[in-house]
């Protein structure tokens, strides 16, 4: 699949235009080139998405699974593709996105907290628990991974915070 464009060719076909016409013909081609480089984008998040969807989808129903198994049913909630997780003191969302060629796991407070300072040390307190890294003054903890990882990465936190030391290993 090649697209083509040869500006050479633009300047020729302007040849022998007024002024007004050559301005219309770019502003066309303008639009033409905008409205192909809008569907490829489209196209590009739609594939994105159908590839999310695939890893991240088997990987909620394992944990909806192991929830049940546990008998975590009061702890966990799934409404994909967030995971919230009634820890105490606070709840608290995760989720997994995947963009280009890693995954990102998010961790943000499920509760506002007014206070700057409280929000703050609540994950930071957060991120202790679960041993990562968090910059005082980020509304979430951030962990990227790939997608070799993305499953023990996860799981591992959500049963940090529902109160098991470890994921199992399979």
Known sequence: MMFEFDIED?????EGMSFQEK????????DNLNLALSEIMDLQQEL?????SSVYDPLLALLLSLAKQRRWDNLIN??????????IPQKVKIW???DTDEWTIN??????????TKRYKALSDFASLLRLPYEYG???ISRRVSEENLEDALLSLVFVLCGDEYYPAK
């Open 10 to 14: 633009v300047k020729n076909d302007l």
């Open 23 to 30: 301005m219309e013909e770019l502003e066309s081609l303008s």
């Open 48 to 52: 994105n998405d159908e590839y999310e």
């Open 78 to 87: 799934i409404d994909n593709p967030v995971i919230t997780v009634h820890s």
């Open 96 to 98: 997994a996105s995947w």
């Open 107 to 116: 961790i943000e407070l499920a509760n506002f907290i007014a206070s700057n």
């Open 138 to 140: 980020n509304e979430e």
